[in-house]
C-alpha cells in the first residue's frame, strides 16, 4: 500500500500526555508489535495475516500484527458476542473452522496455502467469500461464507482504525478525554488537532 495521508506530519502520539494514564497506556499497549497469541495456532495466524492485508490494502507489519493481535484477544476470552443470527456457530467456531476453510481453498486453487497464493486468487476467494459462492467442501460445512467475511471485515476494521498510525494518517486526534474540544465552529480546530497539508 502507498502510504496517502493530508497529514504527513502529524504524529497523534504527540498528544499522548494530555490523556490520562488508563487511556494512555491503552494507547500505548497498541503500538507494542509481539504479543502471544492465545487463541490462533500459526498457520491459522499466516492465513489471517494475508486475508487481513488484502482486506485492508495495507502490508505494514506493525498494523497487520495489531489487527491479528487484537481478533486474537477478542475472541480468546469469554465476552458475548451480543446478537447473531440463526446457523451462524459462534465467533470461535466461526473462525477457527471459517480459516481452515479458507486455506483449504488456497490449496484446492493451486496448491498452496492461501497465505502463499498471489494476490489476484486470493483477491478471487476472498470475493467469492462475500458473495457465499466459493465451491461447498466438506471443509465449508457449517460455515456460512457471507457470515464469516462479514465477521472478518468487522473485526478487521475495527482493529485497523484503532491503531494510532492509522489516526495520524487520517489526521484523527486521539481520544478527547479528559481534555476536551476547546472550539465549536465549523472550520476551526483547536491546536492539538491535525491540519491538512496540500
Not at 491503531?163 to 492539538?192: C, K, N, V
Request: some cysteine; aromatic content about 10%; hydrophobic content about 35%.
Amino acid at each position: 500500500m502507498e502510504k496517502h495521508t493530508h497529514y504527513p506530519t502529524y504524529d497523534v502520539m504527540t498528544e499522548q500526555n494530555a490523556w490520562d494514564t488508563h487511556t494512555r497506556s491503552l494507547v500505548q499497549a497498541r503500538t507494542i508489535r509481539e504479543h502471544p497469541y492465545r487463541f490462533f495456532n500459526s498457520v491459522e495466524t499466516e492465513c489471517l495475516r494475508a486475508y487481513c492485508s488484502l482486506l485492508m490494502d495495507d502490508r505494514r507489519g506493525e498494523i497487520i500484527q495489531y489487527i491479528l493481535s487484537h481478533i486474537d484477544l477478542s475472541v480468546s476470552g469469554n465476552k458475548g458476542e451480543g446478537q447473531r443470527k440463526i446457523g451462524v456457530p459462534p465467533a470461535k467456531v466461526l473462525l477457527r473452522n471459517g480459516l481452515k476453510a479458507i486455506d483449504e481453498s488456497g490449496w484446492m486453487a493451486n496448491s498452496q496455502p492461501f497465505s502463499q497464493l498471489d494476490e489476484s486468487l486470493q483477491r478471487q476467494i476472498m470475493l467469492q467469500i462475500s458473495e457465499g459462492t466459493l465451491a461447498h467442501t466438506e471443509a465449508w460445512e457449517g460455515i456460512p461464507q457471507k457470515e464469516l467475511f462479514q465477521k472478518l471485515l468487522t473485526l478487521t476494521v475495527e482493529a485497523y482504525y484503532s491503531h494510532p498510525q492509522i489516526w495520524s494518517e487520517i489526521g484523527f486526534g486521539g481520544p478527547a478525554y479528559p481534555r476536551g474540544y476547546l472550539t465549536s465552529r465549523m472550520g476551526q480546530h483547536d491546536p492539538w488537532e491535525a491540519v491538512s497539508q496540500p
